[in-house]
Each structure stands twice: as structure tokens, then as C-alpha cells.
């Protein structure tokens, strides 16, 4: 890997990056942004964002910058809808239309609802080489940070009102206050606010229950911003210089449009924006959603593809370009290509210059830790799926057909990493017609005359020619050259053999597939 090659503008990371030092200056240090609602689990759709992100800070640091990640947890947001995929379902509804922060973990885990799942997705993140600066929005709330923010909010409650009414059918009018509170007495923000005096006190009253409360501005910690005057209000406390998001904010009237307004307000300008688009998982059907339950996480992708994949995968896509991961068989075709990126950035397989240094460029995005100076062991997903099954499992057996090939502690875990996603796709996700498993016992199956002829000759071969044989061309065009001399077709005998191995019409490729069943095990059962 050439360091002069990470200076070139060649992926959407580094154009990225040369926008953000030609908008924002040339700074020491630059502070991009991410964030999430804990208001469930953490799927993989909202991985998209946070992996945006980790590519454009890494551009940066490329091209000799700091780089401040923050990643906010918006805890202090409302609990408004129990997902369906949680225990302790009637529980937590009693806890909706408080602050997420104050909800209990329905799993006794962590100290809260929003804790458990943000120590879960940072859990995740770690594992794919992605560090953030996480800030807890409850905990700046409480501690009264953004006290003088809300403050200016309120003062600048019609030209708010201004900027959101240009996008709303229904305007709002001299009610709308740019603000929330939780109830003192009832803790939930079902409240609307009757009158703010100008200085410090805030009069609301509960829309559920007979009550009207009053707060001071200078003491109270239950006063938050709504969402569109919240994020861009951070954006001037924090001077984010860069923060993506999704089609849903960035359609015209949508926070982002409303937000790069009321920055102004707040004598900021907003980040160099990057809008990114959906994922989804191949199979799975529709947009991920954390309050209906239908999720699949990190985790979830990390059984079926490799740490390195996962993030592989996502920078061979342009930000803006939906995709789906696939979990079916086309899992084939993605460690398939994969493994030709890796070839190509290595030099190993050749390609013309531009599809070389893109190659190159997206296997160093998609590294975690150091890229290695070698190139990396590759075991056919397809293939070692095959030498997993014959070795009933076992990933050590297993390891031992690989044994010449596996040249140090990178490709150990190369090995243990894929195997494992191998397992769990075979268990979980492979078609059937994918999956064997090797016979202990010659099975009864009733042949004709021919095809016992071939059998025998085959088998006779075999146990005296095994150790001459040195490829699986070669065991193919000897397998036809009986065929020919007994005088059967192959579909004759074919599945023959494949019903005394697996038990089924047809599997792998024969002649590899016998080489790696080995000797014994195949005389046993064709004899």
C-alpha cells in the first residue's frame, strides 16, 4: 500500500474530506459528527450513518488532520413507543412519555433502557474498528449545559416559528414555543407551555391531567429542545464541521433544510452535509424499524461476514446508492468479490490502474488495525463451507485441510473469523440443496449392473492410484475416462455417488469433493 496513494481524491471518502478543509478551512483539528435515539435496539440501517462518518474521519487523518468523532446518544428524548421485540412489554408502557434516560432496562442489565442499548451498539462498533467520543444528551440536559441555548431559543421563539412555518401546512402561531418540559409531578412530556415571562420562568400545564406547573430557567433540568432547533443548536456548541443523514432528513422541509436556517439564528453555519440512503438485508423485506421489531443488528451481520467485510462492503458503495446485504445465497458472491478486491489491492491479481487504486483505497477504509504486508490467506467461502460439512463442524478438523496455507496469527484468525460466519450461515441461512452432511455407512441404494462396474473400477483406481493424484483436473478426467471404458452415461452414475456420500442426487463438484473427503472415508462408502 503506497502512502502517496492515500493523498489521491479517489473514493467518495476523500472527496468528502477535500470539501470539508476547502468549506471549513484548513484546521488543526476537525470535528465530525453521528447520532442515535436509543428508543430501541440499534439496527443495522442506522450502522449506515455511523460508518459515513468513520470514512470521512479516516480521509481526514489521512491527509495529516485530528479528528474529533462524536457520537451522540439522544437519551433525554421521549419513550413513545414500547418495540414489539422487548420483554416486559406492560412495564415499560408505564414508562412512555418519560425521558428514555429514566425508562428501566426490561433485561436488568445496565442501569437504564437508553444504557443498555447504547453499551450494546458501542459494544458493536468497537468490533469493526470504529472509535467515537460519545456524548450523553441526558447528562448535558441535567447538568445545564445548554442552559443559555434554550434561552436563546425562546428568544428567538418568531423567527423559529418563521423558518419551520415556510414547510408546514398548518402554521404555527403565537403558541408555538421552541421548547418541551417534562412535568414535575407526572414526569412525561405531554404538556404544552402557557407562557415564558421573558427572564426565567416557564408556566406549562399537563394535557393529561388536571396541572399546571412552573419552572425556573436557571435551576430546572426539564426543559429540552425539539429536534430541529436541538441539532443545530449542537452544531454551534460542538462546531461540527461534517455530519450526514438520511433521505428522511434530507428531503426539502425536512430537519436539514429547516436546521441550515436556524444555525444562522444561533450565529453558526451547518456542517458540510453528506446525504446517505438506506440498507437493508436481502430477504428480510422493507426498512428496519426499532420500535415495530424487525431488526437485524451489527451482530447480526458479524455471524455471516467477517468484521473486515462489513465495513468492505459499505465502502464499495457510493453513500448516496442504497443496497441490500445479502444473507441468502448470493453471500457466495460477496466474499467472492471480496476476496478479488483484496487480490487486486495486493497486486496479486491484475486490473487496470483505476479499479487497482480504488481497490487499494477501499481495503484501506475497510481495515481494522494495521493492513497486513502480506497478503492475507484466503479460504473459498464456498469451498471451506464444503470442507466444514465433511468435517462434520469442527472448525479445528477442519483447519487441518488449510494447515500449508495458514502462515501466521492473521491468518489464523482470517480462518476462525470465516468459519465461524460459515457455520452460522449454514446453519442458518443456506438453501437446503447447500447442505450435506457425510454418510458413516455405505448406504442400500439398488444399482444396475453398469453402474456397480463403474463403481468397482472407480474404487479400485482410487485405492491404488490416491497419492498420484494431484489435481482435482486430473481425478475429473480419469472419473470419465471409466465412464467412457464401462460405456454409462455420466447422469448414470453421478448420482450414484453422490447418494453413497451425501445421501442426496447431487452436491459439490466431484472431484474435488471426493479429494477432500479423503481416501478412506470414500472407499468405505463406494466399495
Not at 477535500?18 to 435496539?41: F, H, L, M, N, W
Not at 469451498?383 to 465433511?390: G, K, R, W
Not at 464401462?486 to 459439490?508: A, C, W
Request: charged letters at 30%.
Amino acid at each position: 500500500m503506497s502512502d502517496d496513494n492515500q493523498k489521491k481524491l479517489i473514493h467518495w471518502a476523500d472527496f468528502t474530506a477535500d470539501r470539508i478543509i476547502r468549506q471549513r478551512g484548513d484546521k488543526e483539528e476537525y470535528t465530525v459528527a453521528s447520532g442515535i435515539t436509543p428508543s430501541g435496539v440499534v439496527h443495522f440501517g442506522n450502522f449506515r450513518e455511523v460508518i459515513t462518518v468513520d470514512f470521512v474521519a479516516r480521509a481526514l487523518r489521512d491527509r495529516g488532520k485530528k479528528v474529533r468523532f462524536i457520537f451522540s446518544w439522544d437519551d433525554y428524548d421521549t419513550f413513545r413507543k414500547v418495540p414489539l421485540n422487548l420483554p416486559k412489554q406492560e412495564e415499560l408502557k408505564e414508562y412512555l412519555f418519560r425521558p428514555i434516560v429514566d425508562t428501566p432496562d426490561p433485561f436488568e442489565e445496565a442501569e437504564s433502557y437508553a444504557a443498555h442499548h447504547e453499551q450494546n451498539f458501542e459494544a458493536q462498533l468497537d468490533k469493526v474498528g470504529v472509535e467515537v467520543q460519545p456524548i450523553y444528551q441526558a447528562k448535558k440536559y441535567r447538568a445545564g449545559d445548554y442552559k443559555e441555548q434554550i434561552r436563546k431559543a425562546l428568544e428567538m421563539k418568531k423567527d423559529i416559528a418563521g423558518i419551520l412555518n415556510e414547510y408546514r401546512s398548518t402554521p404555527y402561531g403565537d403558541e408555538y414555543y421552541p421548547i418541551s418540559v417534562y412535568c414535575e409531578k407526572y414526569l412525561t412530556d405531554e404538556t404544552e407551555i402557557i407562557d415564558w415571562d421573558g427572564k426565567n420562568k416557564i408556566t406549562y400545564k399537563h394535557k393529561v391531567h388536571d396541572y399546571t406547573g412552573e419552572i425556573d430557567l436557571e435551576t430546572t433540568d426539564k426543559v429540552k429542545l425539539p429536534w430541529r432547533v436541538d441539532w443545530p443548536m449542537r452544531w454551534v456548541y460542538e462546531g461540527v464541521d461534517f455530519e450526514p443523514g438520511g433521505k428522511d432528513h434530507s428531503s426539502q422541509g425536512g430537519s436539514y433544510t429547516t436546521a441550515k436556517d436556524i444555525v444562522k439564528l444561533y450565529g453558526g453555519e451547518a456542517p458540510v452535509y453528506l446525504q446517505y440512503d438506506f440498507v437493508s438485508i436481502k430477504g428480510a423485506g422493507g426498512k428496519m424499524s426499532s420500535s415495530k421489531g424487525n431488526l437485524i443488528t451489527v451482530n447480526d451481520v458479524l455471524k455471516v461476514y467477517e468484521p473486515e467485510m462489513v465495513r468492505w462492503i459499505f465502502a464499495s458503495y457510493k453513500s448516496n446508492v442504497d443496497f441490500a446485504v445479502s444473507f441468502d445465497l448470493d453471500v457466495l458472491k460477496t466474499y467472492e468479490d471480496f476476496d478479488r478486491q483484496e487480490r487486486l489491492a495486493f497486486g496479486v491479481e491484475q486490473g487496470n490502474e483505476k479499479k487497482v487504486n480504488m481497490a487499494k483505497r477501499v481495503y484501506e477504509l475497510s481495515s481494522i488495525g494495521e493492513i497486513p504486508k502480506e497478503m492475507p490467506f484466503q479460504p473459498s467461502f464456498r469451498h471451506l463451507c464444503n470442507v466444514l460439512q465433511i468435517n462434520d463442524g469442527n472448525i479445528e478438523k477442519a483447519k487441518s485441510y488449510y494447515a500449508s496455507e495458514i502462515k501466521n496469527e492473521r491468518d489464523e484468525r482470517r480462518f476462525n473469523e470465516r468459519s465461524t460466519c460459515a457455520l452460522h450461515w449454514l446453519e442458518n441461512y443456506a438453501p437446503e440443496e447447500f447442505k450435506f452432511k457425510i454418510n458413516t455407512n455405505p448406504t442400500d441404494s439398488q444399482c444396475e449392473e453398469k453402474q456397480l462396474e463403474f463403481l468397482n473400477k472407480f474404487s479400485t483406481f482410487l485405492d491404488s492410484e490416491w497419492d498420484s493424484i494431484q489435481t482435482d483436473k486430473e481425478l475429473h478426467e480419469k472419473m470419465y475416462e471409466i465412464i467412457h471404458a464401462v460405456e454409462v452415461q455420466p447422469n448414470d452414475v453421478f448420482p450414484v455417488m453422490y447418494d453413497r456420500l451425501i445421501s442426496k442426487e447431487k452436491g459439490p463438484k466431484l472431484a474435488g469433493f471426493i479429494r477432500t473427503i479423503g481416501k478412506e472415508r470414500v472407499l468405505k462408502l463406494f466399495k
